[in-house]
Structures are given as C-alpha cells and as structure tokens.
C-alpha cells in the first residue's frame, strides 16, 4: 500500500546509505575487505527495513489508522489479491460462455474494491465481509465448480450441483457489487453535497445578476 513512489525513495535512501557507510568503514578501515560486501548488504537491509517501518508509520497516520491496523488491512490486500490470481485462474477451467462471464465479472468488481481500498484503507471497514467472506467463498465455490465441470459427468445429481453452484457465484457477485457501493459510498455522498454547493452558487449568482439588472 506504500505505492511506487514510497518504494523508488527507500531504495535510492537505502543506496546512499549503504555508499556512505561503506566509505567510512573503509575510510576508517574499521572493516577488512573481504567483509566489505558483507557490510554493504547488512547495512542495505537494515536501512531499507527501518525506512519502510518509518513510512508505514506516516502513511498510517495520515488516515488515522494504528500501525497494527494498517498492518492488518495490508495482509488483508495481499490476501485478497492472490485470491483474484486464484479465480482468473478459473477462466481456461469453464466450459460455458455464462460461467466464464460470471467468474469474469466477480473478478472485475473485486479488483476494483481492492483497488479503492488500497488507494483508501479507512474504506476497508466498510467492506470487511468482501475481504473475510465473499471473495474467499467466491475462490472456493468457482474451483469446486470448474473441478466438477471438467469431469464432464452427464448425471441428474451433478447438473443439478452445477446449477446450484451457478446460482451461489451469481448471489456472491451480487454481494460483491453492493460491497462496490458500500466502499464508494462516501464519494457519492462527497459528491453529491459538492454538486449541492455548485447549484446554490449558481443560483446566489442568477440571484445576483437579476437584482443588478432590476437597478
């Protein structure tokens, strides 16, 4: 969640870091040279580790989170990013345009929450069941599927499993999508009241330009 620019900073610190200290190690010979490389590399991890730390602890404070939060909501980010890999994975598995259009658009909506709450993690509270429920059951359902499917069974029981499965994933993208409208909730609302502000100034200025006309 640090993003690339976070990433590019802490690499160019680490490697002045690491540069200087090497000079005074060597300046100094306070390390022989065969652990020069040694020390170059202890030094780059140390720094590249406390930087990171710091920049956890800013970008956490600046949406008036805990670092344990952020920490939290970043496992969960990574969690369900290796959950959407899982169900892209799914697509090659189906045998009918309607499943592959389902599990593709349960895809899409979950990128898309992952991606507003990785730009926003105060949003994560919002859409806690997508991270602990939805997606996970979506992952499962779509595998236990897609497995049954390629056995390619033509029997009563197994058409009817199909079609049950079918209809759990549809209700799971449903859920997926009001879990879309819970995270951009607050935008909508933010926008709204900024489109209230322009239609009142608006009219304040129409009020205006009459009175100035009636003079």
């Known amino acids: 969640m640090l993003g690339v620019s976070n990433f590019l900073v802490r690499h160019l610190l680490n490697f002045l870091f690491t540069i200087t200290a090497v ?3 060597d300046t100094f010979d306070l390390v022989e040279d065969l652990f020069s490389l040694l020390a170059a590399i202890l ?4 720094s590249n580790v406390a ?3 710091i920049q956890k602890q800013k970008k956490a404070k600046a ?5 344990s939060e952020f920490n939290q909501i970043e496992s969960q980010i990574k969690q369900a990013k290796s959950h959407i890999n899982s169900l892209t994975q799914q697509y090659i598995r189906v045998r009918s345009i309607r499943s592959f259009k389902l599990i593709n658009e349960m895809t899409k909506l979950s990128r898309r929450i992952v991606n507003i709450v990785q730009s926003n ?4 509270y919002m859409v806690e069941e997508f991270f602990y429920s939805h997606l996970p059951s979506a992952v499962q359902l779509s595998k236990n599927y897609t497995t049954l ?4 069974i033509k029997d009563a029981d197994v058409h009817i499993a199909l079609e049950e499965a079918r209809k759990a ?14 995270a951009l909730a607050t935008d909508i609302e933010n926008l709204k009241l900024e489109l209230e502000y322009v239609k009142l100034e608006q009219e304040k200025k129409q009020q205006i330009e009459y009175r100035s006309e009636d003079q």
Do not use: E, H, W
């Open 51 to 53: 930087i990171k730390t």
């Open 43 to 46: 030094i780059y991890i140390v």
């Open 149 to 152: 499917v390629q056995q390619q």
């Open 23 to 25: 000079v005074l190690l």
């Open 169 to 182: 994933m549809k209700n799971l993208q449903d859920s997926m999508q009001d879990d879309l409208k819970a």
């Open 121 to 124: 993690p105060q949003k994560f």
């Open 63 to 67: 949406f008036g989170l805990t670092r």
